[in-house]
């Protein structure tokens, strides 16, 4: 149900977009509780690098401050991580989680979900 997109090989001190897009059969998301988005470095356990709450409240690691960015566009159903100057320990497998959801159904019906994540979308930075 999630998508996420826009992963790629990037030099150190490049810049990427990762996409995630929830796809809703009636088209609309009423309500969650927050994005986030997730990395698993190789040989390492999952982290969150960055989440942003159904208020616009955003949060990082430490090691994405100042550098990436997450946003989301509730029209589009999509959370996005603009990631700039990045580095090769920012080399992983990001995911997309998205928390507590509600959407509507083809009936009309709200569905509800714990949370779900996306597939997963490679980053690698070069030295």
């Known amino acids: 149900q999630l998508q996420a997109s826009g992963g790629g090989l990037v030099q150190s001190g490049g810049s990427l977009r990762l996409s995630c897009a929830a796809s809703?059969?009636?088209?609309?998301?009423?309500?969650?509780?927050?994005w986030a988005w997730y990395r698993q470095p190789p040989g390492k356990q999952r982290e969150l690098v960055a989440s942003?709450?159904?208020?616009?409240?955003?949060n990082y690691a430490d090691s994405a401050k100042g550098r990436f960015t997450i946003s989301r566009d509730s029209a589009k159903n999509t959370v996005y991580l603009q990631m700039n100057s990045l580095k090769p320990a920012d080399t992983a497998v990001y995911y997309c989680?998205?928390?507590?959801?509600?959407?509507?159904?083809?009936?009309?019906?709200?569905?509800?979900?714990?949370?779900?994540w996306g597939q997963g979308t490679l980053v690698t930075v070069s030295s």
């Open positions: 989680h998205l928390d507590k959801w509600v959407t509507i159904d083809s009936m009309g019906t709200p569905v509800a979900s714990a949370g779900s």
């Open positions: 809703v059969d009636s088209g609309r998301i009423v309500r969650f509780d927050a």
């Open positions: 942003i709450t159904s208020s616009g409240s955003t």
